[in-house]
């Protein structure tokens, strides 16, 4: 039964056909059409496979626009200083004093891009090629500020992002811009630095970069370890800056009960949903006293920012603070890259353990210390709260010394030698003088030491590697009282342990 019905269906379609047989020839000549065209297609492919160079023009830019449009151009030119734009958040009051510490680090005659942005015009406002374009903050009266023991130029402060998009908005070098970075008037950035890190992402995309407080108690219970820290400085993408401005004074609003100005732009950066990327370079600073400890001992990874330079001793001691920092621009100018990079390694013969902060400082201390311990930093300084309680701090921390005997021997860097233009770093330390006591160990006193020499090939290309400490190999001394160390990338076995063999 199904076979009888299956031969009447042929006959009722050839009959069909035989009936319109003008449509027939039309599919006919389609189907061939079809056919011939994939063959043609088919022969041309296997001919490109065979010889390359015969590529048409034609044929090759629809593969290029997939290409490009699956994702980013890999092609677009590196992110650069000219891509990057300053909002410098100032008083009037303190301009006149805090200006220096903006020279120290700003690149004049257009290399860098920027604005400080004042409450209102000072007295001696005339341009100066040295110093960023000022700038008048927007008025913010309308806002309503409702923190007791604050004051509301926190209102004005945060929007400095948005004061920041509207002046380039419209303009030339808008164009231009890639990233938004605040920071305050006793903010010192090194700015080679601060390219680095943000090369590092997308501009196109949403991206909110900088880092919490050092201080424990800061950001659990006041701010947040979400929050990027605005004295310490972040950096924003141009695109998330732009959205940020549409919505912020509305965000304001909705805040009134909140302190500064940082965590206002956390709280329209949780509303926009956009987290924290932590970049541990960028540094408040929330502690009082010497930052030796935590400069010597710097994170394995480029130096940003530094803040609260009016509030920590100056860097380098018995030194103006701003001549201090020039003094550290030094070393920056030499090898930003590795300013402040920690080496470690050991003097067999004296049984000294030596750390290298380079740029910044050389420590020698009495007997074998391990690395593990040696990257820890000492307590110079007490907490924000000045409670000396390092509970207080988010890092680990250890003593100065564990004894009289192993309190270390600083020495700072007093200047570079040799020519600015050649690979090679020489850079001298002279030694600290302090008090210190007397030790009945019978192992040499590094205080015999005077100066150090350290030589070290500059390494701007090492944040594009997997991180890891450079390591520091001893020099025979020429002059009693010298000491020479050479700092080089560690070899691939090579590891920073104390043997006395």
């Keep these: 039964m199904a076979e009888s019905i299956h031969k009447d269906q042929k006959t009722v379609s050839f009959d069909k056909c035989i009936s319109s047989s003008s449509r027939c020839s039309f599919m006919a000549i389609v189907i061939f059409l079809i056919f011939l065209s994939y063959f043609l297609y088919s022969f041309s492919f296997i001919s490109v496979l065979k010889s390359p160079s015969k590529v048409s023009n034609s044929l090759l830019v629809p593969v290029m626009q997939v290409q490009l449009g699956s994702g980013q151009n890999h092609t677009e030119d590196k992110t650069e200083l000219n891509h990057i734009v300053f909002g410098i958040a100032a008083f009037s009051k303190l301009w006149k004093h805090r200006r220096e510490y903006v020279k120290t680090w700003w690149k004049p005659n257009g290399e860098m891009k920027g604005a400080v942005w004042l409450d209102k015009p000072t ?3 005339s341009l100066s090629s040295a110093l960023p374009e000022i700038r008048i903050s927007s008025d913010t009266s309308s806002f309503k500020y409702r923190y007791r023991r604050g004051h509301r130029s926190a209102i004005r402060i945060t929007r400095i992002v948005s004061d920041t998009v509207r002046m380039l908005k419209g303009t030339e070098s808008e164009r231009n811009v890639r990233w938004i970075v605040m920071g305050d008037d006793d903010t010192v950035f090194f700015p080679e630095n601060l390219v680095r890190v943000l090369r590092k992402y997308d501009h196109k995309q949403f991206y909110y970069i900088g880092a919490p407080s050092e201080s424990h108690l800061q950001n659990l219970q006041q701010f947040s370890y979400g929050m990027a820290y605005g004295g310490g400085g972040f950096a924003i993408s141009y695109p998330l800056a732009k959205a ?23 709280a329209c950066m949780a509303e926009l949903g956009v987290p924290l990327t932590r970049e541990v370079g960028f540094h408040q600073f929330d502690v009082y006293g010497n930052l030796l400890g935590l400069l010597s001992v710097h994170p394995q990874a480029p130096i940003v920012s530094i803040h609260h330079l009016d509030v920590v001793e100056p860097i380098f001691p018995k030194m103006d603070r701003v001549k201090a ?24 013969t004296h049984q000294w353990t030596m750390s290298i902060s380079w740029g910044y400082t050389v420590q020698i201390t009495r007997t074998y210390m391990p690395a593990r311990m040696m990257e820890v930093p000492t307590r110079t300084f007490s907490d924000w709260h000045k409670r000396h309680d390092f509970n207080n701090l988010a890092f680990n921390t250890r003593p100065i010394t564990y004894t009289d005997c192993q309190r270390p021997r600083v020495f700072y860097m007093s200047r570079t030698l040799g020519d600015s233009s050649s690979s090679t770093t020489i850079t001298e330390y002279l030694r600290h003088n302090e008090l210190n006591p007397q030790c009945e160990w019978g192992i040499p006193d590094p205080s015999d030491i005077n100066r150090i020499f350290v030589h070290k090939e500059s390494n701007p290309d090492r944040w594009n590697k997997a991180p ?7 020099l025979p001394a020429t002059k009693k009282g010298t000491m020479m160390i050479k700092v080089a990338p ?4 090579e590891i920073a342990a104390y043997s006395d063999k």
């Excluded at 940020?244 to 304001?252: A, F, P, T």
């Excluded at 560690?490 to 076995?493: A, H, R, Y």
């Design 244 to 266: 940020l401005e549409k919505m912020q004074d509305r965000c304001i609003e909705s805040y009134a009960d909140l302190y500064g100005s940082d965590d206002r732009i956390h």
């Design 490 to 493: 560690c070899e691939n076995d």
């Design 468 to 474: 890891r400490r450079d390591c520091c190999r001893l």
């Design 325 to 348: 920092v020039e003094r550290l621009m030094i070393s920056a100018k030499l090898d930003s890259a590795s300013l402040v990079q920690q080496s470690i390694c050991y003097d067999r």
């Design 123 to 125: 007295v001696n406002d």
